[in-house]
């Protein structure tokens, strides 16, 4: 696709703190670490040394992909674009395990039941205790939402894709380099999308850390293969 109609430019926030310590984030709100704010800013480099610069971001409600957003705009010197942010392109909510050290539950649980509740297309993790310490009713940035209690990825992108739709698609079919920085079960589901990645084979589909993912669209806006901007 030599003359792309359209840009999309996927990144996933740079390391986390709780990516760090091995620990199921989800919905929670934790910040970048050195390298995760490294990896955001390398993100950035990237595009201006590629010559792809967006003009149009959108993020989630959650820090760490929102400093993603900030810090790689600054390094290609777009910090001055459109910025949208909305819950749906949140991470998945993983429940009850949200804030659990994956080995410790591995062990407790399994390998296996541990690797469905990760990766399995359609079963949810356990449901997130109401009132306990990691239940986000009494947060402002979801005033007036129903926040979930656990979320399978087929959840995750039932609010995802209906919003890339609504909100995203059209700014690129007005010709739009849009960049959108979120979470590796969010990103997943437009990835799949996008892509046509069947049930079965999305759940072996990895989304690397601060690393632009790239999709360009012809005239009749079906998007190209995707590629990473690194390769190119």
């Known amino acids: 696709m030599s003359t792309p109609r359209a840009t999309l430019i996927l990144v996933r ?4 703190q ?5 620990r199921f984030t989800g919905w929670w709100d934790v910040d970048l670490t050195e390298q995760g704010v490294a990896e955001a800013t390398a993100a950035g480099a990237l595009l201006a040394d590629k010559g792809l610069l967006p003009d149009v971001a ?10 993603t957003l900030h810090l790689a705009l600054e390094a290609c010197g777009r910090l001055w674009i459109p910025e949208t942010k909305d819950w749906r392109l949140n991470e998945r909510h993983y429940g009850g395990l949200t804030g659990l050290d994956k080995q410790q539950t591995r062990d407790r649980h399994g390998d296996e039941q541990v690797h469905i509740w990760r990766r399995s297309f359609d079963v949810p993790p356990p449901m997130l205790e109401a009132g306990g310490e990691f239940d986000l009713a009494a947060d402002p940035r979801y005033a007036g939402i129903a926040v979930p209690g656990a979320e399978s990825l087929k959840l995750t992108i039932e609010r ?3 919003y890339y739709e609504s909100d995203i698609l059209p700014v690129l079919a007005a010709g739009r380099t849009v960049i959108v920085s979120a ?9 799949k999308h996008l892509s046509a990645i069947s049930d ?4 072996e589909l990895e989304i690397p850390t601060g ?5 360009e669209f012809g005239a009749d806006m079906a998007p190209g293969p995707r590629y990473y901007l690194k390769d190119r």
């Open 18 to 22: 709780w990516n760090l310590e091995n």
């Open 160 to 162: 995802v894709l209906p």
């Open 183 to 191: 979470h590796g079960n969010s990103l997943r589901a437009l990835v």
């Open 13 to 16: 926030h740079g390391q986390s």
């Open 58 to 67: 959108f993020t989630s409600l959650q820090t760490r992909a929102i400093k």
């Open 211 to 215: 690393q632009p993912i790239v999709f």
């Open 200 to 203: 079965e084979e999305i759940s």
